[in-house]
């Protein structure tokens, strides 16, 4: 049963028109994904389907009585009282259970002081089956558990909504909604103020929502896992698609090849018809000629108009009434002027290559403990990141995710434990907050400032960061979060490096930027560390997922999914997170560094099924110059693995301490020992080649 319509909505504000032809129906159970380029109009669509805004044209019916809930994407004051408590608040869901608590409080005490007659029961025994039957009785505890799933402990539950943040008060007008159970939920961004915990809860409830939603959400992965139907936005209209987010891409996709293969194959016969009637036209067929350069006239138009896939399914009369048949000339010219179809939004157009590859092993660390002094974050044992690897850092905020990130930077010291990068690693860094730019500089200037271009070669390099025109020359203080995030993109591009290390690469970017930032990283022939909030894009990156939690780094070697699976799978699973999962554990004493794993060395065959995935399939060591290849990286790790025992030995011999001494020794033998084997191995390689 359809509850909403709006057929042939349109707005402008002033002479600028931001969409037109909007015509959609939500049904009873519908659950729906509103997607599309920032800038094209959704929130003010949003607004107009709420009933807020009023449409330039078009009109819109709702159900007779129907209840609709509208969540705006910034925080409003739209609650009963800012001297409500956020409790109080809550309970303004159930304001007709709350009339009949109370009406019941009055007929018990009626009945305590022995005016119990029949009409007194009567009504109390009706309004005690309604009480109950309206969740009198659970309501108290529903509050509890939206206040809890939105991140709401119970010391807050009793704070004057006027104390909340703007964060705090969007979250509560969201806890409201959900109580108040809408026949249609309209939600704008619900995701923006939550945690990775409080978001998972609210995929949770939506997916078992017994009403009809309508979600704009740039949180593609929630996309995923809410709805089961996307409206992709456009100036011109809006094309529904069935399925989730990611089977609208597939649908997307398919869609554009359709449409530019049709596009090509008509083209062509209006080609080949053309040249029919040129050769006809004043020839003895000239009648017939001009009958089919009438109807070639309109095809051209139709598809200047509508395109080859709106002309699939209109007729002639549906879109114009006599035109002027064109000439032989003018049709050739307006058909040359024909383009394929391009309906997909402006794209970046980006490009992350590395200059030259990184050795094997990227990135090591042992025994580091993370945070500043008086004021520890973390501890962690030993992290590894090898050529390819994609490594997704996870956790609340504040638990130092960007912290790490600048300590392996080297502008933060780590309060204990060793770092160690690999050979030709050249790290770029892309910070959340953007503090790399100096919000003074042009564009232009401030690209050039960290890159060597001339003004030209940066003009164009700015163009596919969609910095086009004038935009080149705004102040970096000007830009929008995603303008600057598109800056800093364009800067990490020119820069070459072969590890990466993203803090929120994603953050204030659109759907499209996203998928763009996302399909350059799976091509990236270097290392990431990603911190992210995105968990599509750690969904499809990640071939390790760190976790940080209760104050310790846990390392999970697979992706995000068989990581979730690990997670949330009961016993057995949680077994098989224990098993494969690295807890690390602090440690006090002071260690001898561990021998290098250079297991991989021997391993001629191809990895079993079970070795960590990489976005990339490695070469198989088959051939001679892999060995050789191989065992000069091996013996690269060998070596810095003495030269660091080597700094041990020294710092244990100034301390005086024997024990440490005696097993560094021991270590140093055993280091010494696997050398010589290895170059003994290499040297048999190359003289038997030679």
Same mark, same amino acid.
């Given at each position: ?52 805004q ?18 705006r ?7 009963a ?31 305590a002081?022995?005016?119990s ?7 109390y025994?009706r ?8 969740g ?6 529903e ?25 705090q008060?969007?979250? =509560?007008?969201?806890?409201?909604l ?14 923006n ?24 959400s740039?949180?593609?992965y ?12 456009r100036?011109?209209g ?14 997307? !996709?398919?869609?554009?090849? %359709? ?6 194959a008509?083209?062509?016969r ?16 000239t ?17 200047? !108009? ?24 003018? =049709?050739?010219?307006?058909l ?12 970046l ?8 590859r990184?050795g ?6 042992r ?45 933060i ?7 160690f ?5 050249q ?7 953007h503090e ?11 690209? #050039? ?8 070669e ?7 960061y969609?910095f %086009? ?7 970096? #203080? ?8 598109r800056? =800093? ?16 690469p ?9 998928e ?18 995105d968990r ?7 071939t ?6 209760d104050g310790?780094?846990?390392?999970f070697e ?7 699976a ?7 699973a949680?077994?098989?997170? =224990?098993?494969?999962?690295k ?30 995935p ?7 060591? %088959? ?6 290849g !191989? ?55 190359v003289?038997?080649?030679?």
């Amino acid at each position: 049963m359809s509850i909403l319509a709006a057929t042939n909505v349109s707005q402008s504000f002033g002479e600028t028109e931001l969409f037109q032809g909007v015509n959609v129906t939500i049904h009873a159970r519908d659950r729906i994904g509103l997607v599309g380029p920032n800038g094209v109009g959704k929130t003010t669509l949003l607004l107009i389907l709420a009933g807020r805004q009023e449409p330039q044209t078009g009109t819109l019916t709702r159900a007779r009585e129907l209840k609709l809930g509208y969540l705006r994407q910034e925080a409003v004051l739209t609650f009963a009282g800012q001297a409500h408590t956020l409790f109080a608040e809550m309970q303004t869901a159930f304001a007709d259970l709350q009339q009949l608590e109370a009406r019941l409080r009055d007929l018990e005490a009626q009945m305590a002081d022995g005016e119990s007659g029949e009409a007194v029961l009567d009504e109390y025994g009706r309004l005690q089956q309604q009480y109950e039957q309206g969740g009198g009785y659970t309501y108290q505890a529903e509050i509890q558990r939206v206040l809890q799933g939105l991140g709401f402990g119970a010391e807050q539950w009793q704070t004057l909504l006027g104390h909340l943040s703007g964060g705090q008060k969007t979250r =509560a007008l969201l806890g409201r909604l959900l109580l108040e159970k809408p026949d249609l939920l309209i939600l704008d961004e619900p995701t923006n103020h939550l945690d990775m915990t409080a978001v998972e809860w609210l995929e949770r409830t939506l997916r078992t929502w017994p009403g009809a939603l309508l979600i704009v959400s740039h949180d593609r992965y929630f996309l995923d896992r809410t709805v089961d139907q996307i409206w992709e936005m456009r100036r011109d209209g809006i094309d529904s698609y069935r399925g989730n987010y990611t089977a609208y891409v597939q649908q997307r !996709q398919a869609r554009w090849e %359709r449409e530019s293969s049709l596009f090509l194959a008509e083209k062509e016969r209006l080609t080949q018809e053309l040249d029919w009637v040129r050769r006809h036209i004043a020839g003895g067929k000239t009648d017939m000629a001009k009958g089919r350069l009438r109807r070639l006239t309109r095809d051209i138009i139709l598809i200047e !108009q509508v395109g080859v896939l709106g002309k699939e399914n209109k007729s002639w009369l549906e879109i114009g009434g006599r035109v002027r048949t064109f000439t032989v000339n003018e =049709a050739e010219q307006r058909l040359n002027a024909l383009r394929p179809p391009d309906n997909s939004p402006p794209r970046l157009n980006l490009k992350l290559r590395s200059q030259e590859r990184s050795g094997r092993v990227a990135l090591r660390a042992r025994k580091l403990q993370i945070g500043y002094p008086n004021a520890p974050l973390f501890t962690c044992d030993k992290i590894r990141l090898e050529r390819e690897d994609c490594a997704a850092l996870i956790g609340p905020n504040g638990s130092g995710k960007t912290t790490l990130l600048r300590t392996l930077l080297g502008e933060i010291p780590p309060l204990a434990g060793d770092i160690f990068w690999g050979d030709n690693v050249q790290p770029g860094y892309f910070a959340q907050a953007h503090e790399q730019l100096n919000p003074a500089n042009r564009v232009i200037d401030e690209l #050039r400032r960290q890159t060597e271009m001339e003004e030209p070669e940066a003009r164009r390099h700015l163009a596919h960061y969609l910095f %086009r025109g004038q935009d080149v020359f705004k102040r970096v #203080r000007d830009l929008s979060g995603g303008e600057r995030g598109r800056l =800093a993109l364009a800067i990490l591009a020119r820069q070459g490096a072969n590890v990466l290390l993203l803090d929120e690469p994603t953050n204030h970017l659109d759907i499209p930027a996203q998928e763009a930032v996302q399909a350059v990283l799976e091509q990236f022939d270097g290392t990431v560390l990603l911190v992210s909030h995105d968990r599509y894009l750690v969904s499809r990156l990640a071939t390790q997922i760190w976790e940080l939690r209760d104050g310790r780094l846990h390392v999970f070697e697979g992706t995000y999914a068989a990581f979730l699976a690990a997670r949330d799978g009961g016993e057995t699973a949680v077994a098989e997170l =224990a098993a494969q999962a690295k807890v690390l554990l602090p440690e006090t004493a002071v260690a001898p560094p561990p021998p290098p794993d250079l297991s991989w060395v021997q391993e001629i065959a191809p990895p079993p099924i079970s070795a960590r995935p990489r976005r990339k399939k490695r070469a198989k060591a %088959r051939t001679w110059q892999e060995r050789v290849g !191989q065992l000069d990286e091996a013996l690269s790790e060998a070596e810095a693995w003495l030269a660091e025992l080597e700094l041990q030995l020294a710092d244990a011999q100034a301390t005086g301490d024997e024990a440490l001494l005696a097993r560094l020794q021991a270590e140093q033998a055993e280091a010494a020992a696997q050398l010589d084997d290895l170059m003994a191995e290499w040297e048999q390689l190359v003289g038997g080649e030679a």
